[in-house]
């Protein structure tokens, strides 16, 4: 053994199926155990896990080549999969490939979807445990650390973030164009679906005030409305207390327009210098086309939604090249501090500079 | 060095120095950034003193607020708008209005030097040493300054609605507030705006009854119908009747409006006490 080595083993999106990350995917319980037994492993100096919906990855120092490998016994044995069949979905990397690697994921460059910046919390959230698992120390400090201030670079000398790439978040983000804060906004969600809930809850968890859920079934709505910690409206009244609302969400399966220029041209007439924002997600559309003439109005359907996740994504794709070199210069110049150091290591033998300082969990 | 400057050359300085922020905010907009708020504020910040000072200098040498010629009205009206800005801009939280109102202190200040003419004669002692009516002058065109912020929250305001209605979202549109807080950053611009007029037109009508030979019925003219159409445009706004597009539009209609107004109420002043040469 010539010195420690700088490892990565484990299963992504790229490499593994849905079905298989469901079962590769480690809960909290399960992590803290086998975190545990890591930590047992005499040639493992460093380790931490990452893992979410989209990964689960070991990132390792070790003395002996063959740690990597234990760590994958260790993990298969707890997830009762077959050690055969992980490697056929395993991703497994080395030194500065899985330097970068970690970088790239921190980034946003390496999620499903590009360029999201939950990844970068969940990257710190791994840290944060093995740090307080004593799992750490100064290699993947420095290396977790670097990682940080990469992703953080990038975000803001790139526009690799720009832009929404979801429909529900763009419509989000169309709102917030509109209204500003998004506190005081009143939300009347039109239909009782998953596409309703799933963009009601983008709208809360940016800070949307008052969500009221109408449908078509009123139980429907009224069950909604309590999952929000909203209140329902009768469907009939959707058009007479349309001035009460500043944004109005429509995905219900009505064959015909639910909500006619008429009752815009009412609401605008009620509400005259506060804008009216409809955001049609229905096939067919729920908000007559006309109301998007009146003044002060914004309506928004499905396809011109679609176009702007879809334009924001291209924008996206069109960053990583360039997010990719500053990482990679990053990457470089990290490696080139840390190898000396990985190598000068000589084991148990050697200088101790390396061996994590280990905490109880 | 400094000290030997003449009041034209600090204007001067301040006036390059708005035109350098105005340029710097057009370069990161046309490589797609967001200029930055505070280097923006900075430069600005650092043209407001220059210009003060050049004022400052003007103002000494008449003992009063420099308000003596079209050159000196339109310094003042870009130094009260830039006054606003630096208040305002703090809360509205939006480089692209310090990227605008440079712009429009950058026309304004650089006009009024590269027309020679508007600063060759000056009245001097226009308000009869009266601090009243001078400083009825001063917070008229104070007001103004304020009229000519509000139309650049209009042409955001305008910019914006386009972009949502045409659902062209990207580019330098991303720069752009939300087109509630332009609106309410308007809605109180034009309140202010109106409040000092009218206090300005209450100290001088008090002045004008004693004596109502001294105003020029052009001027006076002039002076309410601005200040009329601005008190109307806020009454209707307050009342729901005009709004959105048209508000704005009315805002940006109306600044011109104003600022055409100068010329005229400016020649047909009470006639010059004295007229002397203005200085260099």
């Known amino acids: ?361 | 060095m400094f000290a030997d400057l003449t009041d034209r050359q600090w204007l001067w300085l301040a006036a390059a120095c708005y035109l350098a922020g105005f340029l710097r905010g057009t370069a990161a907009i046309l490589r797609g950034e967001r200029p930055s708020g505070g280097m923006m504020y900075g430069i600005i910040g650092l043209a407001y003193v220059l210009q003060f000072l050049g004022l400052y200098l003007r103002g000494r040498t008449d003992g009063g607020c420099p308000l003596g010629n079209a050159f000196e009205i339109l310094q003042f009206v870009a130094w009260s708008a830039i006054t606003l800005y630096l208040v305002v801009g703090v809360t509205f939280r939006s480089s692209l209005l310090g990227f605008l109102t440079a712009g429009l202190a950058a026309v304004l200040t650089l006009a009024s030097l590269a027309v020679p003419a508007w600063d060759a004669t000056r009245h001097a002692h226009i308000f009869g040493h009266n601090p009243w009516i001078e400083l009825h002058a001063a917070i008229a065109l104070f007001s103004y300054g304020v009229f000519g912020l509000l139309a650049l929250t209009s042409l955001l305001f305008l910019l914006r609605h386009y972009s949502l209605k045409s659902k062209h979202l990207d580019g330098w549109f991303t720069l752009l507030p939300s087109i509630v807080d332009i609106d309410h950053i308007g809605l109180r611009l034009l309140t202010v705006g109106v409040a000092l007029l009218s206090a300005s037109l209450a100290v001088g009508t008090v002045y004008w009854l004693r004596d109502t030979g001294t105003v020029d019925r052009g001027t006076l003219f002039v002076t309410v119908a601005v200040w009329a159409a601005y008190a109307l445009a806020l009454g209707l706004r307050l009342g729901g009747r005009l709004r959105a597009k048209r508000f704005a539009w009315t805002c940006l209609a109306l600044f011109v409006a104003a600022l055409l107004s100068i010329g005229p109420v400016n020649a047909s002043r009470h006639p010059p006490l004295a007229t002397q040469e203005a200085p260099r």
Not at chain 1, 333 to 345: K, Y
Request: charged share 20%.
């Open chain 1, 1 to 361: 053994m010539s010195g420690l080595g700088l490892f990565l083993i484990g299963a992504t999106h790229h490499t593994a199926p849905l079905e298989v990350r469901e079962k590769l995917a480690l809960d909290p319980a399960g992590e803290a155990a086998l975190g545990a037994e890591l930590a047992g492993l005499g040639d493992l100096r460093e380790f931490a896990v990452l893992s979410t919906c989209n990964r689960v990855e070991f990132y390792g120092v070790a003395a002996e080549p063959g740690a990597a490998g234990r760590v994958q016994a260790a993990f298969c044995a707890r997830q009762q999969f077959a050690p055969a069949d992980f490697e056929k979905f395993r991703l497994s990397l080395d030194g500065r490939e899985a330097v970068q690697h970690l970088f790239e994921v921190s980034a946003g460059l390496d999620s499903q979807m590009l360029g999201e910046t939950e990844i970068f919390g969940q990257v710190k959230a791994a840290y944060a445990a093995a740090q307080a698992r004593g799992t750490t120390s100064a290699l993947l400090n420095r290396i977790f650390q670097k990682a940080f201030q990469a992703a953080k670079h990038v975000r803001s000398h790139t526009a690799i973030t720009v832009g929404q790439v979801s429909v529900a978040n763009v419509a989000v983000d169309l709102a917030q164009n509109i209204f500003g804060d998004l506190a005081q906004a009143r939300i009347l969600v039109l239909g009782a679906g998953e596409i309703g809930e799933k963009t009601a809850r983008a709208f809360q968890s940016r800070g949307a005030g008052t969500l009221t859920v109408s449908s078509r079934t009123g139980e429907r709505a009224m069950d909604l409305a309590a999952r929000l910690g909203g209140s329902a409206l009768p469907f009939e009244q959707r058009e007479t207390r349309l001035a009460e609302f500043d944004i109005v969400v429509c995905s219900t399966a009505a064959p015909h327009t639910v909500l006619s220029r008429a009752a815009a041209v009412a609401a605008m007439r009620r509400r005259p210098t506060r804008p009216l924002f409809f955001i049609d997600l229905a096939l067919p559309r729920d908000v007559d086309p006309a109301v998007a003439a009146i003044d002060n109005v914004f309506c928004y359907d499905l396809d011109d939604l679609a176009g702007i996740a879809e334009k924001n994504r291209v924008a996206r794709a069109a960053e990583i090249t360039r997010c990719r070199t500053l990482l990679t210069e990053r990457a470089d110049s990290l490696w080139r501090q840390v190898e000396p150091l990985l190598a000068a290591d000589r084991g148990p033998a050697g200088a101790p500079a390396l061996r994590p300082t280990r905490h109880p969990a």
